[in-house]
């Protein structure tokens, strides 16, 4: 079973920047995985913004982010990485990472319904 964890989660002030990191762990590998980032906000739904598949080529992003938001995968390090650069307050929300059993990030990652593990979330806090 493979488990995620995030980091990087922290209090920023708008126009700031961000960067968020998902690893697996226990030693754990992301190959082969397709890796998404999503985000909730309370009182709100769970939104997709991000999807890079397991080679590293072809990052999809939600129009909320794109442009601002980047996603890599350091494949040495088993890594991807989520660069958030002027951060706005509507930002403000639990982020998480997954990883689906398919390589690639289909038209409709966003709805998360393809993706098979789940990290626990770390909390983004845009405040002035």
């Known amino acids: 079973q493979l488990q995620l964890v995030e980091s990087g989660g922290d209090l920023v002030q708008p126009g700031g920047s961000l960067r968020l990191s998902c690893a697996a762990a226990s030693g754990g590998s992301l190959d082969g995985y397709a890796i998404g980032w999503f985000r909730q906000a309370p009182g709100k739904e769970r939104e997709g913004i991000t999807c890079?598949?397991?080679?590293?080529?072809?990052?999809r992003y939600a129009d909320a982010v794109k442009g601002r938001f980047t996603i890599s995968k350091d494949s040495a390090k088993s890594t991807v990485h989520l660069q958030m650069n002027s951060l706005k307050t509507e930002d403000t929300a639990t982020y998480y990472c997954?990883?689906?059993?398919?390589?690639?990030?289909?038209?409709?990652?966003?709805?998360?319904?393809?993706?098979?593990?789940w990290g626990q979330g770390t909390q983004v806090t845009v405040n002035s």
């Open positions: 997954a990883a689906a059993l398919w390589p690639t990030c289909g038209p409709y990652y966003y709805t998360g319904r393809a993706f098979d593990y």
């Open positions: 890079i598949s397991s080679s590293g080529d072809n990052p």
